[in-house]
DNA sequence: TCTTATCACTTGCTAATTGCAAGTGACATA
DNA sequence: TATGTCACTTGCAATTAGCAAGTGATAAGA
């Protein structure tokens, strides 16, 4: 994980913060998190279909950049699952704000589901 | 611009808006807007220097996706600027939400302006 | 008038990333 | 032993990114 504003393009957060989830699935991958999603399958079986090397490139990516922490759930065989981190759960404010805008400016598609917009990002770290 | 659910990949109003600017540099176009920039060389000597193809490239779909307009602001020679629609301004919750994630996470990343984080979508429409 | 400059792009080309399809390895179950 | 599942990985073609240089319209200066 990147730990100073030197290893980004400039000290702008927000251009920081498009070098780490600026691209057309990460952030497809925290929303079914915020979902209570967390197995490779359950990612995969999202309505967007992602590519299967696609989803495991941005696990890791998003795990370099300490959003999401893969953990065992089980050892034979062994499994495991991604969790989203404090990091990763307070994006959550920002998929709200998004998803509001999409559903205002983007007619026919659906408004974000009543669950994912009365959640917050600490009700996302534990129990689920 | 899209107008159909559709067209876009799947009914997730995030998922939409992520086909929209879901990339590295888009964003960065709509944040200098929403500080007062508007000339295609203003954005081009922003600091994280975005390449030039790129920058026209990424103006032109924020046009096809309504998010700005181009509008000539003289004649002799002809010149335009780009300004945000209501749909682009209203991007600012969520570029709000998104600086104020990074500067809380990536250590030594500026915090938000001032100006930046008191402004409201209905500030950056007319007389800015 | 001729030259130089500026602004807003465009073009060419190489490198990196995307995405589809198929394959692999570890183990469970029949 | 045979088949299946899950979580990836690999190969490869196609798209996109990014660097550097070029272009066209016009202004300003010698």
Redesign the interface.
Known sequence: M?????N?????????????I????S??IV?DMCMGKSKYGDFQN????IPSNILANRLRQLEEN?IIKKQPYQTNPPRYEYLLSA?GA??L???Q????????????????PDDFMAAKPEDLLAGK
């Open positions: 990147k730990s100073l504003a030197q980004y393009r400039s000290q702008c957060p927000l251009s920081a913060a498009l070098e780490m600026g691209d057309k699935w952030l497809l929303r999202s309505p967007e279909g300490g990091k307070d994006l404010p920002v998929l704000q998004l998803g509001l805008w999409a559903h205002r400016y983007v007619p026919g598609s659906m408004p974000p």
